[in-house]
Antibody, heavy 118, light 108 residues
Framework: QITLKESGPTLVKPTQTLTLTCTFS??????????VGWIRQPPGKALEWLAL???????RYSPSLKSRLTITKDTSKNQVVLTMTNMDPVDTATYYC??????????WGQGTLVTVSS | QTVVTQEPSLTVSPGGTVTLTCASS?????????PNWFQQKPGQAPRALIY???NKHSWTPARFSGSLLGGKAALTLSGVQPEDEAEYYC????????FGGGTKLTVL
């Protein structure tokens, strides 16, 4: 079965760079049509789509955050990494990764809460 | 900046029917926006319900259905159950993806 799990720091300081890793199993990121996306949710607020990487290394980013985001994949390790630069307290959120099959977001990780504070 | 708009809140009685909608600031929502719908309960990760407008996942209860309605994407719940009380989000594709602001559904 497909599972995904997010990992990374729970606390980062303002201006620092956040690096999150999504480790998955049950699928391969070399399969046509498959991707992994990142989504976040500030406490008590709505979901926000951040980035997505497909099997062919096609990368898509939220236009409002594009300058701060980088998404990469390591197919051999079954991992996708998201980096976000210049972190600010407003970036405090639960960060999720999700399996994407063409245009369907189906399986999600449990999420990881990242707090930005000095 | 593209904005996806959902009703902030809706209330439905148990056993009733309710339709949630998802509108795009760019105009009518079509199948080319590949609407996805998700359900989220407090403290839980979102759960996928619908993809590509009207397709259900294997775990999606039959009472949930997706469609296009009046230029919007729509999620209809028929025969609402108390456990359907949750936040519902739509997701549309514009080359990048954009979530709606969510609809808080109360079953009362």
């Amino acid at each position: 079965q497909i599972t995904l799990k997010e990992s990374g720091p729970t606390l980062v300081k303002p201006t620092q760079t956040l690096t999150l890793t999504c480790t998955f199993s049950g699928f391969s990121l070399s399969t046509s049509g498959v991707g992994v996306g990142w989504i976040r949710q500030p406490p008590g607020k709505a979901l926000e789509w951040l980035a997505l990487i497909y099997w062919d290394d096609d990368k898509r980013y939220s236009p409002s955050l594009k300058s701060r985001l980088t998404i990469t994949k390591d197919t051999s390790k079954n991992q996708v990494v998201l980096t976000m630069t210049n972190m600010d307290p407003v970036d405090t959120a639960t960060y999720y990764c999700a399996h994407v099959d063409t245009a369907q977001f189906d399986y999600w990780g449990q999420g990881t809460l990242v707090t930005v504070s000095s | 900046q593209t904005v996806v708009t959902q009703e902030p809140s809706l209330t439905v009685s148990p056993g009733g029917t309710v339709t949630l909608t998802c509108a795009s600031s760019t105009g009518a929502v079509t199948s080319g926006y590949y609407p996805n719908w998700f359900q989220q309960k407090p403290g839980q990760a979102p759960r996928a319900l619908i993809y590509s407008t009207s397709n259900k996942h294997s775990w999606t209860p039959a009472r949930f259905s997706g469609s296009l309605l009046g230029g919007k994407a729509a999620l209809t719940l028929s025969g609402v159950q108390p456990e359907d009380e949750a936040e519902y989000y739509c997701l549309l594709y514009y080359g990048a993806w954009v979530f709606g602001g969510g609809t808080k559904l109360t079953v009362l």
